[in-house]
């Protein structure tokens, strides 16, 4: 029987069972579309990535004997609309099967769904056999409890998979090292020059701006420099093992104004468009660790392990828990515009223009940046969620909704009112000091909450509790920083907030 089969563009995975099969049947189809690169205005780098990625997974799947329809973005028959393009290769081919791998985000699997349901042949959906996990598990796993916290699905994650654990204990004494991974980095130990690769990309560079796409961000050359295949993504996780390793958990939180990437895999572009999966990474770096990394602590390899098989599973079993509602969660009711700079890293606080410039140039932040530099900014100033949400889907090259938005909206927003996080991840400009070098060579003084080179996040982070008091004073971890606000003078509080009001009403000016 004649089988369509769609490929979606974060679905390139080539150990896929699909094409261990005889091929004689199928037909395999691509699309580059305006549906994905105008629902949002993603970082020119972003869309960069992903088309290479799809480009060079069609020439795999074509020297694997595989038939393949591809639209680039200019193609004749290019709809620019997933459903459209189905319904022409359908009948222009006399299709009599549809299958596809079951898509990461909501409103693509709605699409497909609802495109299925009227389609007179048959149709199938297919795991994508990439995660550890599959949509319904985490919800499963936290039925019945009043709390989805995710140490405990971390732990039985390690448990289930036997990684690191020893007669089922954790080895080495401890479930999560966490503790271990909060140094700053103080330029005392040697960074790596990191791996790129040279993939040219003109030809793209050329066909968006041919298309007038518009995008955000910079890119000044003709290579995109992070994996876009197999083959390089075993590479980078190579290259991490021999010379990242050994230094990841120590400074995996730490910022720093001449380091974009630090100890970091830049893997995450590779595993969300399924490239490499989390299991061959977790299996590759404890391999290592085990026959190689006899001076590497077990800190580093549980820090870097507990990203993969925690937390990104428990972002993308939340997001279908709770999808589609959640992503209208606004609990502490934050309505103000992203400011400016934000688009184009020109404001004076040197963290902030740091951490911009970087997502800016390389479409890159880590986890710290993204949640207590821009986030804490955001949340602080009381922005719309709803336009934290575009800004962090957009300049990402990794950033896919399911992964995104439990990490915006829940962890870095808290406007689930908790639901991920159990406190908001707010922070004076002492914390920003204690993990990065930002501060040394800033306008403002990180000591300051008042005066006029006061930092602003001093000023910001009082008035934010004083003005969300009703709603997050009853919070356990927050009463410490409730019983301080409640110390203070009343006249100071009154100055800390004129301040904030300034700095709220035009931020763009700090």
């Known amino acids: 029987m004649k089988t369509l089969r769609l490929i979606l563009g974060d679905q390139l995975n080539s150990k896929h069972s699909w094409y261990k099969e005889d091929q004689s049947n199928y037909i395999y189809c691509l699309f580059e579309m305006r549906q994905e690169t105008n629902y949002v205005k993603h970082h020119i780098q972003k869309i960069i990535g992903f088309f290479a990625a799809m480009r060079d997974f069609k020439t795999v799947l074509k020297q694997n004997n595989c038939k393949v329809i591809y639209y680039t973005l200019d193609h004749k028959n290019n709809t620019q609309n997933l459903v459209e393009n189905l319904k022409y290769l359908i009948k222009k081919h006399n299709i009599k099967a549809f299958e596809y791998q079951e898509p990461d985000e909501y409103r693509l699997d709605k699409q497909l769904v609802e495109f299925c349901e009227e389609l007179n042949i048959n149709t199938k959906a297919f795991s994508t056999e990439h995660f550890y996990t599959n949509r319904k598990d985490l919800a499963l796993f936290f039925k019945g409890k009043k709390q989805w916290l995710m140490e405990s699905f971390y732990r039985d994650m390690r448990k289930k998979r036997n990684i690191l654990l020893v007669a089922n204990q954790p080895e080495g004494g401890k479930w999560n090292y966490d503790k271990s991974n909060r140094n700053k980095w103080n330029e005392n130990t040697s960074i790596p020059k ?13 066909l968006i701006a041919s298309q007038n796409i518009e995008t955000i961000g910079n890119f000044n050359t003709e290579y995109f420099e992070y994996p876009i295949n197999r083959s390089q993504a075993l590479n980078q996780l190579k290259y991490f093992c021999e010379h990242l390793l050994e230094h990841f958990g120590d400074y995996q939180d730490a910022m720093h104004t001449t380091q974009v990437y630090l100890y970091h895999s ?13 299991n061959a990474v977790i299996t590759t770096v404890l391999n290592y660790w085990r026959t190689h990394g006899k001076h590497i602590s077990i800190s580093q390899v549980e820090g870097f392990i507990r990203q993969i098989i925690g937390w990104r599973e428990y972002m993308r079993g939340m997001y279908w828990a709770l999808m589609p509602d959640y992503k209208l969660l606004n609990t502490l009711e934050n309505h103000n515009k992203l400011p400016e700079f934000f688009w184009t890293g020109k404001t004076k606080m040197n963290c902030l223009k740091t951490s911009i410039e970087n997502s800016l140039n390389n479409g890159y932040a880590h986890h710290i940046q993204r949640l207590m530099i821009t986030g804490n900014f955001a949340l602080l100033t009381q922005i719309n969620p709803d336009e934290v949400d575009a800004w962090y889907l957009g300049i990402y090259v990794d950033a896919i909704e399911w992964v995104q938005l439990p990490n915006t909206r829940g962890m870095s927003q808290f406007a689930d009112g908790g639901k991920i996080a159990t406190k908001p991840y707010v922070s004076s400009g002492s914390y920003i000091n204690k993990m990065s070098n930002y501060c040394k060579n800033c306008t403002y003084n990180n000591k300051e909450k008042i005066s006029d080179n006061a930092c602003p996040f001093n000023s910001l982070y009082w008035n934010f509790l004083d003005d969300k008091r009703e709603m997050l004073s009853a919070n356990f971890r927050m009463k410490m920083m409730y019983s301080l606000l409640d110390k203070m003078k009343p006249e100071d509080l009154n100055k800390i907030k004129k301040r904030a009001s300034k700095i709220i009403s035009n931020p763009d000016s700090f």
Do not use: G, T
């Open 194 to 206: 990191y791996k790129s690769y040279k993939n040219n990309v003109a030809d793209i560079v050329n």
């Open 266 to 278: 830049r893997l995450s572009f590779s595993l969300n468009c399924k490239i490499i999966s989390p």
